[in-house]
């Protein structure tokens, strides 16, 4: 009986093994079937997904209709993906809405799921929109929409526009387009808004490869682009290196740019005094006043290479003229006046007391300077057409014509007798070695200027008519060894002082000024006045090399010729 029982649990317990293990086959059966890849509950989620996705695409669907009954017809992508921010299928059009450039568009719904949305029959002419899912953001393998690419001389960068990457990543590589893919390197300098930078070990010139890899569970994307480190300008050229224009006149400059192949070989030009003359973006030069300026070409590619031309501009005694005349009828100028500005050919001209022009003698360029406006008594009163008493504007020479004496060379010629009008000085100046040889010559007005006939008799005081004079004492002079109306070393007044000398040369007659001094050949020299020595009769006065008064006899040959004039 024992046997038979201890038989019978062995069976027992070989039936409990065996149901324990078909129990658990058919739990591992159940688990399977419930939640495997291929399961009930993996097959009903995967149902309830599709409806979800089938439902916003009709929602989609359904957006449609009112902004082609709006537009009559016609599909206007804007505002459909405005009214699905309004209808709440997307949380923003600026953000879930992605354009791919070839009339299709990437949204994403608030769900997640990403339709691509089709311009039909053409994105240039919509009357539809063709929807289709395309999968869930980051559960898709992303898309590389554009690589940008740029460049400085040293540095590279690119820029990957890249859409469906939900967690993934964006790397970045560079080579020398020559080398061989494994050359690839990874830049490491990134930035979010600006892209990836490379800026060590670029040469200047060189063709690079930029790739950018966009990478995320599903999948990754590759895409390339080509950039050359820039070469900058290496060297720039103009055609002239000075030029000599009058006012008003223009000069084109051209500027050559090397290398032909550089990146940018644009070029901005500027004036250093545009009073002188201004210049444009084609490099023309316009004269504005007499003087001197330097226009400058620059090149625009940050390499800072230049180039210079030096520009003359010369007084227009033509334009001057008509300046003159008008001048002559403006009311509001007078012999007080510091500046005149008046409107010629369309532009207002402006000259000032002090201002420096130039006039070529014999050919030659000296520097001339406004004494004032409406200072000296005209000849002919219709000069400048109506009736005038006065010139307009009156000059002096700083440059000395050269040097001469004021009557002869030898002691036998040495006298004031008569004073300036019998002097060989007038003859010289009226002559054809004088007036005839300015330039300005056909422009000058004559004048009525006073002059001291006898040297110690202030009474003999008369008029000389000129076109070119001396400047007397009392023109220059504020006063005179004996006060009263003696100026300098003259006996009495010779005319009144000019405005120039009442403004800059305030010194006493016998103190030295630099606003009276005088320049022959670039060396300051003693210049001649047309006032007689009040105290002898061979001298005349001068203006001494300093700036203060003197006294010269009168065949010295050493005395600058510096005469007036008016236009």
Not at 314 to 340: C, F, H, P, R, Y
Not at 527 to 554: E, K
Request: glycine share 8%; proline share 2%.
């Amino acid at each position: 009986m024992k046997k038979k029982l201890k038989k019978e649990k062995g069976i027992t317990l070989v039936a409990l093994v065996v149901t324990i293990v078909v129990l658990l086959i058919l739990a591992g059966i159940t688990i399977m079937y419930t939640m495997g890849e291929n399961s009930i509950f993996n097959k009903a989620s995967e149902a309830k997904n599709k409806t979800e996705i089938a439902k916003w695409q009709e929602r989609l669907e359904v957006a449609k209709g009112p902004v082609i009954i709006d537009g009559l017809g016609t599909f206007n992508p804007d505002k459909y993906f405005e009214y699905l921010q309004n209808q709440e299928i997307i949380e923003d059009k600026d953000t879930d809405v992605t354009e791919n450039e070839d009339g299709t568009y990437d949204v994403t719904t608030k769900p997640g799921y990403i339709f691509s949305v089709e311009l039909v029959p053409s994105k240039e002419n919509p009357t539809d929109a063709k929807i289709e899912y395309v999968g869930e953001a980051g559960k898709i393998t992303p898309i590389i929409k554009k690589l940008e690419v740029s460049a400085t001389r040293t540095s590279i960068t690119g820029k990957a526009e890249v859409v469906r990457l939900g967690s993934g990543t964006v790397t970045y590589y560079y080579k020398l387009s020559s080398a061989a893919d494994s050359e690839y390197k990874e830049i490491t300098n990134i930035n979010s808004e600006t892209g990836a930078t490379q800026s060590t070990g670029i040469t200047e010139g060189e063709n690079y490869t930029i790739k950018a890899v966009a990478k995320n569970e599903v999948g990754e994307t590759v895409k390339t682009a080509e950039i050359t480190a820039k070469l900058y300008v290496q060297s720039i050229t103009l055609d002239k290196t000075e030029a000599t224009i009058i006012e008003d006149g223009t000069t084109k400059l051209t500027a050559t740019v090397k290398p032909d192949d550089a990146e940018d070989r644009s070029v901005m030009w500027e004036s250093s005094n545009e009073k002188i003359a201004t210049v444009d973006n084609t490099g023309l030069v316009t004269g504005i006043k007499a003087g001197e300026t330097t226009i400058t070409v620059k090149a625009k590619d940050g390499s800072n290479k230049t180039a210079e031309c030096k520009i003359i501009v010369e007084t227009n005694w033509e334009l001057m003229n008509k300046v003159a005349s008008a001048i002559a009828s403006a009311s509001g100028i007078t012999s007080d006046s510091t500046q005149a500005i008046v409107a010629v050919e369309g532009k207002n001209r402006e000259i000032n007391v002090g201002d420096i022009y130039d006039a070529k003698y014999n050919g030659v360029k000296k520097r001339v300077r406004v004494l004032g406006f409406k200072h000296d008594d005209l000849v002919d009163t219709s000069a400048y057409g109506g009736n005038h008493s006065k010139a307009s504007i009156s000059f002096e020479f700083i440059d000395c014509l050269g040097t001469h004496s004021m009557n002869g060379t030898s002691s036998s010629n040495s006298t004031n007798a008569n004073g300036w009008a019998a002097t060989e000085m007038k003859t010289f100046l009226e002559g054809s070695s004088g007036r005839e040889k300015l330039n300005n010559n056909s422009y000058l007005k004559q004048v009525k200027k006073k002059y001291i006939k006898k040297y110690n008799d202030a009474s003999s005081v008369t008029v000389s008519n000129d076109y070119l004079w001396l400047l007397s004492a009392s023109e220059v002079l504020k006063d005179g060894y004996n006060g009263g109306d003696t100026r300098g070393l003259a006996i009495t007044k010779e005319g009144e002082q000019y405005l120039y000398y009442q403004k800059n040369a305030t010194e006493a007659y016998d103190n030295s000024s630099q606003n009276r001094v005088k320049y022959n050949g670039g060396n300051a020299v003693y210049w001649w006045l047309r006032s007689p020595f009040y105290s002898y009769g061979d001298s005349f006065c001068d203006i001494y090399s300093s700036g203060r008064s003197n006294c010269f006899v009168s065949y010295d040959t050493g005395g600058g010729v510096a005469p007036g004039f008016c236009i």
